[in-house]
C-alpha cells in the first residue's frame, strides 16, 4: 500500500487554511495537490479538528476489536449448536 504524503493533521490544517480565508488554487499549488485530492480531504475531514480526528480513529479502533469479538463469538455459538445437535 502507498505511503500518505501528508498525514490526517496536516491535512486539516491544509483544509484549515483554505477555510481561513486563502484561495483554494493558491492553497494547492502550496501544498502541491491536486484539485481533486482537496475536494476529496474537504468532503472527508471538512469541519473536524485534530482532537476530533484522534476521537474518530480510536472508536474506528475500538468497532473493529468489538466486530472480532462478535465473529469469534458467533463462530463459537454455531459450533455448540452442532454438537448438541449430534447429540440429539
Known amino acids: 500500500m502507498k ?4 498525514t490526517e493533521s496536516e491535512i486539516v490544517g491544509i483544509l484549515k487554511e ?3 480565508g486563502l484561495p483554494v488554487g493558491d492553497v494547492i499549488r502550496k501544498h502541491g495537490i491536486s484539485t481533486t485530492t482537496y475536494y476529496k480531504w474537504k468532503s472527508k475531514y471538512g469541519g ?7 476521537r474518530i480513529k480510536e472508536l474506528e479502533a475500538q468497532l473493529s476489536e468489538f466486530k472480532q469479538i462478535v465473529a469469534h463469538l458467533t463462530l463459537e455459538n454455531k459450533a455448540m449448536k452442532g454438537l448438541i445437535a449430534k447429540k440429539l
Request: hydrophobic share 50%.
Open 3 to 6: 505511503k500518505a504524503r501528508f
Open 18 to 20: 483554505a477555510d481561513a
Open 48 to 54: 473536524l479538528d485534530a482532537s476530533e480526528l484522534k
